[in-house]
């Protein structure tokens, strides 16, 4: 048989992990192509070269085109694609996940599926907001109370410290001009959070669409997620950069997110919370090795039925059936 023409695609294990990956790269009114394994981006200034494999999220602006070949190219990869605009963000594609196995995605499945594993999560989902607190005792309707309360403190706290005028959270979809420049740079860093928790998601292999304290929309376990971050992550970075009166608030926005997500690993960090919300003692360090080896396996398995919960693939059973 011939060869197939081009170049051969990566395999899984010569992919860089989700959590070591650069969080996300934001172009507009460019054209993004691909050279080999490198995704392109030109505009009038020239070109510049984007290692594919080591991108977590490429977030798309206004005037950008894109050919056949970067998009199979960020498919191989297992990189997200998101495209964002004047109608805020819009989640179009992703690649492939980066892991073979669907150990996370059968975990987050089975406990999303039964009324009280879903709230054991979703309370461990509000615990990582009050950290040394108890609050296993603490209702729903209590734990959205404090976090409501922990979120208005925030932004109290943070306006006196950056002498901001805020006047409460205030914004239109549809008009991100049509806004105080604290409000503008609150929805441009949140954008950028979106794009690459939404990118680690997929590419552990989970659902974005089944949320745990979110629920109904395809990007319920991405709000989920990003929630953990916005008090002490893109509120004061939103202040700093009100304060400062930037004269492109979305510009300025992506590039202060983009530098405090990697000097603070937060790739790493996402990757590990998802982890140890949905696997139940599989959070200790010692087990990381481990749990990456584990999501990179290429086994497949037949569910059995009620007796047994699973068997070997690529079997035939016509002798046992009969």
């Not at 009324?115 to 734990?143: C, H, I, W």
């Not at 006047?167 to 979106?194: E, H, M, T, W």
């Not at 971050?229 to 004061?236: E, L, R, S, V």
């Not at 939103?238 to 530098?259: K, V």
Request: aromatic share 6%; proline share 3%; charged share 25%.
């Amino acid at each position: 048989m011939s060869q197939i023409p081009g170049i051969r695609p990566p395999e899984l294990p010569e992919l860089v992990r989700a959590r070591d990956r650069l969080t996300f790269i934001y172009l507009e009114r460019s054209i993004v192509s691909r050279d080999a394994n490198a995704i392109t981006a030109t505009d009038e200034r020239g070109t510049v070269h984007i290692p594919a494999a080591s991108l977590g999220a490429l977030l798309l602006g206004p005037g950008t085109t894109v050919t056949q070949q970067a998009m199979v190219l960020i498919a191989e990869s297992g990189s997200t694609v998101v495209w964002v605009g004047e109608q805020g963000v819009r989640y179009y594609c992703h690649g492939r996940s980066l892991a073979k196995s669907s150990k996370l995605l059968e975990a987050q499945a089975r406990l999303v599926s039964t009324t009280r594993s879903r709230l054991r999560v979703a309370k461990a989902m509000y615990s990582l907001r009050f950290p040394g607190e108890d609050t296993s005792g603490n209702t729903m309707q209590q734990l959205r109370g404090k976090e409501g309360t922990r979120i208005r403190q925030a932004y109290a706290e943070n306006a006196k410290r950056t002498g901001v005028d805020w006047r409460g959270r205030s914004y239109k979809v549809d008009d991100f001009d049509d806004a105080d420049p604290i409000n503008q740079a609150l929805s441009a860093l949140n954008i950028s959070l979106y794009g690459v928790v939404h990118s680690v998601i997929v590419s552990l292999g989970c659902s974005p669409g089944l949320g745990f304290i979110h629920t109904g929309n395809e990007r319920s376990f991405v709000f989920d997620i990003a929630d953990l971050y916005k008090a002490d992550f893109t509120i004061p970075l939103a202040f700093n950069l009100a304060s400062e009166q930037q004269d492109d608030m979305g510009s300025a926005a992506r590039r202060l997110i983009r530098e405090a997500m990697r000097s603070g690993k937060f790739m790493q960090r996402c990757a590990a919370d998802i982890r140890s919300l949905l696997l139940e003692d599989d959070s200790a360090p010692e087990l990381e090795v481990e749990f990456e080896d584990e999501l990179s396996q290429d086994v497949v398995h037949l569910w059995a039925g009620m007796n047994e919960e699973r068997i070997a693939a690529g079997v035939n059973y016509q002798e046992a059936a009969k």
